[in-house]
């Protein structure tokens, strides 16, 4: 196997299709390179390699260590430097790079090289001691962090000490001199922590030991964390990339900076970034100095004074606007580009398709269609449909007061109110306890990404746009408000202290990612605006969908919700939501507790009318749509009084005694609820019940159908819950069908329906084809379907179920993502065998997957009519059913 692809001074082993074998950044590179950009040359080492490593126990191969050489020599042959040359050395980065990015996640290596000896030829060459051995004590800094693993406090420390004793306060005031007496500090730092061995001198022993440290870091635990959450598979692995250095601390026509093609916040059509003049790669996103903006517009905007770089350094800057424009073009979207000017000399360090906010993801690829670089099917695919779902909850009520204590850069869009906390796991802990908190950090770093995700939003003291919280809270979806200058933390006493007010942990604030405010107390919110680029964006995903999308929805307010979000009807209406109305609760009671069909009657007369009422209701809202209405489901005891006052009232209202009530309520109990007596075995056992449903149905329909002309008139689908045989179904169905007859009867129409089953029972599934001659729908239940075919109940996974995903026994949680290789096969073979008996029978879906990308892309795969989500998330199924048929 080959492990070692060069790229950079007119060679390009690789190029863009190679991000599994090279990374991402390896294959941008690559590709850079080959365009004609300057990309300092270097070669990757493939993720391949990285399984072998591990493979391996952590060594090398010889033959990677002979093809690595090869590249070395590459890079030297290009720049005209040796590797560990004490006149004229060549300096490296070594660099991770795992097929998506995952910021900051992973180790990086800068200044490579640099030993007693080579600084001082570095010195000499550059004729500029203070940038040679400023670049050497960043060296030892970061290898000791990365690759020795040594504690870095102890180097800040002195770094920190040093500043003071000399009446600094930049890092940029310090001398030559002052660098190298701060290098021997550093050394002697190392010995004192590395157990007594010195900083490795051996230039190639430098070299591979940072190799070793990035295929390592894909183990750590802040990786292993990240990729949990973002569905990262383990054995992915990460490449290598070792790369010339190129220097942004040379001095003040020297730069480093990071910029996006178009603004990842809003989304607008203008370049967005951040650098710093001399300056090396980490300092920008560091947030130890504030980055100055890249264009005057932006700086004008933002009230601030240092140069843009556009001002500052205006002969690059133009440069690397072409290059933008070049980028955006070749790979026809918004790119994140890091880039660095040495001495006037622009070099292009990294490209990748930028990170946006799901607001910019609509707006740039509504913008990129319009422009002509995309086309509407590709603009629909940019859009990933679960983060549809930051828009579509509210934002602040721009008319309800705000109490603004501070202002800071509006780092991630939306709006979030919560409980201030101050560290990462105090967030996950409240935040499990079902606490919303707004994590408050001086500045955020990787092993806060766990209260990151845990928190509502995010509000850090230091940093810019491009900053680690920024770019994180953009990725998750987080409101976040950074780089609040004013803002005093003492995180130890779990306070801040802004515009002389002081807020404590457990205090309410509220930030708005959106303009930057930090607020007091918590600020009311209102709904999205679905008009704009969400509706331009959905029209077109419309245009490409052949799945209809259904919402689940049982009261009117979610109706409403669903159809404005383009619900095409019900799929599901779970009638026992309505039974557990206050005003009900009594009746429902009363009929479960009676002791036969007559006492049962007397109950469901008195539930008829309101029964009828709710559907009228839904009818009325779903006008002239299909409505799938699920009949009774739970077990009764789930409606079984508790408290004394309870069986008081049904007492009361039935005139039979509470000690007997007490006892039907005792007979009731079962073992195991899930499996007992529910669905349609209480239609089965008790006929009387689904009777009345039937009838509440049929007469609803009818009235409904009695107004506008008929024009509203709805489509009920009545379905019986768990089915398991053919027989339970004919049973219902004659029940139904009797109701139906009747009301017609009396009511003198006859409008259309029909009777289908729910398929959330693997004997239902196998009995598909017999159960169709019956039903003429089938709506997968999967959320029972998952609990029964896996046999895990849903209630009770929690405790196994991150560990069954963590060891990769099912990939990700299967009542989130259908299980497609078990749950799916059964909800295909019961497709196959249903459409044998009768062709045009109905398919859809109903459980929480029904809203689920990733499923509702098995769905198209097998042909469903439809998926039914819940009411937010039915622009999510739009878009997602529209991605599953391009
Ligand atoms: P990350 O994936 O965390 O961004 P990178 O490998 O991109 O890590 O490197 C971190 C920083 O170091 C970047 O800002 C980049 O600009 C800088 N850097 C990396 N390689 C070089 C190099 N060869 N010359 C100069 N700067 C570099
Ligand atoms: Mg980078
Ligand atoms: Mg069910």
Same mark, same amino acid.
């Given at each position: 196997?080959?492990?070692?692809?060069?790229?950079?001074?007119?060679?390009?082993?690789?190029?863009?299709?190679?991000?599994?074998?090279?990374?991402?950044?390896?294959?941008?590179?690559?590709?850079?390179?080959?365009?004609?950009?300057?990309?300092?040359?270097?070669?990757?080492?493939?993720?391949?390699?990285?399984?072998?490593?591990?493979?391996?126990?952590?060594?090398?191969?010889?033959?990677?260590?002979?093809?690595?050489?090869?590249?070395?020599?590459?890079?030297?042959?290009?720049?005209?430097?040796?590797?560990?040359?004490?006149?004229?050395?060549?300096?490296?980065?070594?660099?991770?790079?795992?097929?998506?990015?995952?910021?900051?996640?992973?180790?990086?290596?800068?200044?490579?090289?640099?030993?007693?000896?080579?600084?001082?030829?570095?010195?000499?060459?550059?004729?500029?001691?203070?940038?040679?051995?400023?670049?050497?004590?960043?060296?030892?800094?970061?290898?000791?962090?990365?690759?020795?693993?040594?504690?870095? /406090?102890?180097?800040?420390?002195?770094?920190?000490?040093?500043?003071?004793?000399?009446?600094?306060?930049?890092?940029?005031?310090?001398?030559?001199?002052?660098?190298?007496?701060?290098?021997?500090?550093?050394?002697?730092?190392?010995?004192?922590?590395?157990?007594?061995?010195?900083?490795?001198?051996?230039?190639?022993?430098?070299?591979?030991?940072?190799?070793?440290?990035?295929?390592?870091?894909?183990?750590?635990?802040?990786?292993?964390?990240?990729?949990?959450?973002?569905?990262?598979?383990?054995?992915?692995?990460?490449?290598?990339?070792?790369?010339?250095?190129?220097?942004?601390?040379?001095?003040?026509?020297?730069?480093?900076?990071?910029?996006?093609?178009?603004?990842?916040?809003?989304?607008?059509?203008?370049?967005?970034?951040?650098?710093?003049?001399?300056?090396?790669?980490?300092?920008?996103?560091?947030?130890?100095?504030?980055?100055?903006?890249?264009?005057?517009?932006?700086?004008?905007?933002?009230?601030?004074?240092?140069?843009?770089?556009?001002?500052?350094?205006?002969?690059?800057?133009?440069?690397?606007?072409?290059?933008?424009?070049?980028?955006?073009?070749?790979?026809?979207?918004?790119?994140?580009?890091?880039?660095?000017?040495?001495?006037?000399?622009?070099?292009?360090?990294?490209?990748?398709?930028?990170?946006?906010?799901?607001?910019?993801?609509?707006?740039?690829?509504?913008?990129?269609?319009?422009?002509?670089?995309?086309?509407?099917?590709?603009?629909?695919?940019?859009?990933?449909?679960?983060?549809?779902?930051?828009?579509?909850?509210?934002?602040?009520?721009?008319?309800?007061?705000?109490?603004?204590?501070?202002?800071?850069?509006?780092?991630?869009?939306?709006?979030?109110?919560?409980?201030?906390?101050?560290?990462?796991?105090?967030?996950?802990?409240?935040?499990?306890?079902?606490?919303?908190?707004?994590?408050?950090?001086?500045?955020?770093?990787?092993?806060?990404?766990?209260?990151?995700?845990?928190?509502?939003?995010?509000?850090?003291?230091?940093?810019?746009?491009?900053?680690?919280?920024?770019?994180?809270?953009?990725?998750?979806?987080?409101?976040?408000?950074?780089?609040?200058?004013?803002?005093?933390?003492?995180?130890?006493?779990?306070?801040?202290?802004?515009?002389?007010?002081?807020?404590?942990?457990?205090?309410?604030?509220?930030?708005?990612?959106?303009?930057?405010?930090?607020?007091?107390?918590?600020?009311?919110?209102?709904?999205?605006?679905?008009?704009?680029?969400?509706?331009?964006?959905?029209?077109?995903?419309?245009?490409?969908?052949?799945?209809?999308?259904?919402?689940?929805?049982?009261?009117?307010?979610?109706?409403?919700?669903?159809?404005?979000?383009?619900?095409?009807?019900?799929?599901?209406?779970?009638?026992?939501?309505?039974?557990?109305?206050?005003?009900?609760?009594?009746?429902?009671?009363?009929?479960?507790?009676?002791?036969?069909?007559?006492?049962?009657?007397?109950?469901?007369?008195?539930?008829?009318?309101?029964?009828?009422?709710?559907?009228?209701?839904?009818?009325?809202?779903?006008?002239?749509?299909?409505?799938?209405?699920?009949?009774?489901?739970?077990?009764?005891?789930?409606?079984?009084?508790?408290?004394?006052?309870?069986?008081?009232?049904?007492?009361?209202?039935?005139?039979?005694?509470?000690?007997?009530?007490?006892?039907?309520?005792?007979?009731?109990?079962?073992?195991?609820?899930?499996?007992?007596?529910?669905?349609?075995?209480? /239609?089965?056992?008790?006929?009387?019940?689904?009777?009345?449903?039937?009838?509440?149905?049929?007469?609803?329909?009818?009235?409904?159908?009695?107004?506008?002309?008929?024009?509203?008139?709805?489509?009920?689908?009545?379905?019986?819950?768990?089915?398991?045989?053919?027989?339970?179904?004919?049973?219902?169905?004659?029940?139904?069908?009797?109701?139906?007859?009747?009301?017609?009867?009396?009511?003198?129409?006859?409008?259309?329906?029909?009777?289908?089953?729910?398929?959330?029972?693997?004997?239902?599934?196998?009995?598909?084809?017999?159960?169709?001659?019956?039903?003429?729908?089938?709506?997968?239940?999967?959320?029972?379907?998952?609990?029964?075919?896996?046999?895990?109940?849903?209630?009770?996974? /929690?405790?196994?179920?991150?560990?069954?995903?963590?060891?990769?026994?099912?990939?990700?949680?299967?009542?989130?993502?259908?299980?497609?290789?078990?749950?799916?096969?059964?909800?295909?073979?019961?497709?196959?065998?249903?459409?044998?008996?009768?062709?045009?029978?109905?398919?859809?879906?109903?459980?929480?997957?029904?809203?689920?990308?990733?499923?509702?892309?098995?769905?198209?795969?097998?042909?469903?009519?439809?998926?039914?989500?819940?009411?937010?998330?039915?622009?999510?199924?739009?878009?997602?059913?529209?991605?599953?048929?391009?």
């Amino acid at each position: 196997t080959r492990y070692v692809y060069r790229f950079g001074g007119g060679v390009s082993d690789g190029g863009k299709g190679d991000k599994n074998l090279l990374g991402g950044k390896g294959a941008n590179l690559a590709e850079m390179a080959s365009i004609g950009l300057p990309v300092p040359p270097g070669f990757t080492i493939s993720t391949e390699m990285c399984a072998r490593y591990y493979e391996e126990g952590e060594s090398f191969p010889q033959s990677v260590r002979d093809e690595a050489a090869l590249g070395l020599a590459h890079i030297e042959a290009i720049t005209n430097k040796k590797f560990g040359d004490p006149a004229d050395p060549l300096l490296v980065s070594v660099r991770s790079g795992a097929r998506i990015s995952m910021p900051g996640m992973m180790d990086t290596v800068l200044n490579l090289g640099l030993n007693d000896e080579t600084v001082e030829g570095l010195a000499k060459t550059s004729g500029d001691a203070r940038f040679a051995w400023d670049s050497y004590r960043r060296f030892i800094q970061m290898y000791s962090d990365v690759v020795l693993e040594l504690d870095h /406090g102890a180097f800040e420390e002195a770094l920190e000490i040093a500043k003071e004793d000399k009446g600094y306060s930049l890092d940029t005031e310090l001398t030559a001199e002052d660098w190298q007496a701060l290098v021997t500090q550093y050394k002697a730092i190392v010995v004192e922590l590395w157990d007594g061995k010195p900083f490795p001198q051996d230039v190639h022993e430098q070299l591979w030991g940072a190799i070793g440290a990035v295929f390592g870091s894909w183990q750590c635990e802040r990786a292993k964390v990240y990729r949990r959450l973002n569905d990262i598979p383990a054995d992915w692995g990460t490449a290598v990339n070792v790369q010339a250095m190129v220097f942004g601390n040379m001095g003040d026509t020297s730069a480093t900076g990071v910029a996006f093609t178009r603004d990842p916040s809003k989304g607008d059509n203008a370049y967005y970034g951040e650098f710093l003049i001399n300056a090396q790669g980490e300092d920008v996103v560091a947030g130890i100095r504030t980055p100055q903006y890249l264009t005057k517009t932006a700086r004008e905007q933002a009230g601030a004074k240092p140069a843009s770089m556009e001002e500052a350094l205006p002969t690059v800057y133009s440069e690397l606007a072409k290059v933008f424009d070049l980028l955006e073009t070749h790979y026809r979207d918004m790119q994140d580009i890091e880039f660095t000017v040495q001495q006037g000399k622009l070099w292009m360090l990294q490209t990748r398709s930028g990170k946006r906010t799901a607001k910019a993801a609509l707006k740039i690829a509504v913008d990129m269609a319009n422009e002509g670089l995309i086309t509407q099917e590709e603009a629909v695919a940019r859009v990933d449909p679960s983060a549809l779902d930051q828009l579509l909850h509210p934002t602040l009520d721009p008319k309800a007061p705000r109490d603004v204590i501070a202002k800071g850069l509006p780092a991630s869009p939306g709006a979030a109110s919560g409980l201030v906390v101050f560290d990462a796991d105090t967030a996950e802990k409240r935040a499990e306890m079902g606490d919303a908190v707004i994590l408050v950090r001086t500045e955020t770093s990787p092993e806060d990404i766990h209260g990151m995700h845990a928190a509502k939003g995010i509000l850090t003291a230091r940093g810019g746009m491009t900053s680690h919280a920024a770019v994180v809270a953009r990725g998750m979806g987080r409101p976040c408000v950074s780089g609040v200058g004013s803002l005093a933390i003492d995180a130890k006493a779990k306070v801040f202290r802004v515009s002389g007010r002081e807020v404590r942990e457990g205090d309410i604030i509220t930030i708005d990612g959106a303009t930057g405010e930090v607020m007091i107390g918590a600020v009311p919110t209102v709904q999205p605006e679905l008009a704009g680029d969400f509706g331009i964006l959905m029209e077109w995903a419309d245009k490409v969908r052949r799945l209809k999308v259904r919402a689940n929805a049982e009261t009117p307010l979610d109706c409403k919700t669903a159809r404005i979000f383009g619900a095409e009807g019900v799929g599901l209406c779970r009638t026992e939501h309505m039974f557990f109305d206050a005003a009900r609760i009594t009746a429902v009671r009363q009929m479960i507790l009676a002791e036969d069909e007559k006492g049962r009657r007397v109950a469901l007369e008195k539930l008829l009318p309101e029964q009828r009422a709710d559907f009228t209701e839904i009818f009325e809202i779903m006008a002239g749509l299909p409505v799938t209405i699920r009949l009774l489901d739970p077990p009764l005891h789930e409606f079984l009084p508790h408290a004394e006052e309870d069986f008081a009232e049904v007492a009361l209202a039935t005139g039979i005694g509470v000690e007997t009530l007490k006892r039907r309520a005792a007979e009731l109990h079962e073992f195991n609820p899930m499996l007992g007596h529910r669905g349609c075995r209480l /239609g089965v056992t008790y006929p009387e019940i689904y009777e009345m449903q039937a009838r509440a149905i049929f007469e609803a329909a009818c009235d409904v159908a009695a107004k506008d002309g008929g024009k509203a008139a709805p489509i009920p689908e009545v379905m019986v819950p768990l089915v398991a045989t053919r027989r339970e179904l004919e049973l219902m169905k004659a029940v139904i069908d009797k109701a139906a007859k009747t009301v017609f009867a009396e009511r003198g129409v006859t409008l259309e329906y029909l009777v289908g089953t729910m398929i959330e029972l693997p004997r239902a599934a196998l009995k598909a084809g017999e159960i169709a001659e019956v039903g003429e729908f089938f709506s997968f239940g999967t959320n029972d379907l998952t609990q029964t075919t896996l046999g895990v109940s849903r209630d009770d996974a /929690g405790r196994f179920l991150t560990t069954y995903v963590d060891k990769g026994i099912y990939p990700k949680d299967p009542f989130v993502s259908l299980d497609i290789e078990g749950v799916g096969e059964l909800i295909e073979i019961a497709a196959e065998r249903g459409r044998k008996t009768r062709p045009d029978i109905k398919l859809g879906i109903c459980g929480e997957h029904g809203g689920d990308p990733a499923s509702i892309a098995f769905c198209e795969k097998i042909g469903l009519d439809y998926v039914s989500a819940s009411p937010y998330r039915v622009p999510i199924a739009r878009l997602a059913a529209a991605q599953a048929a391009l």
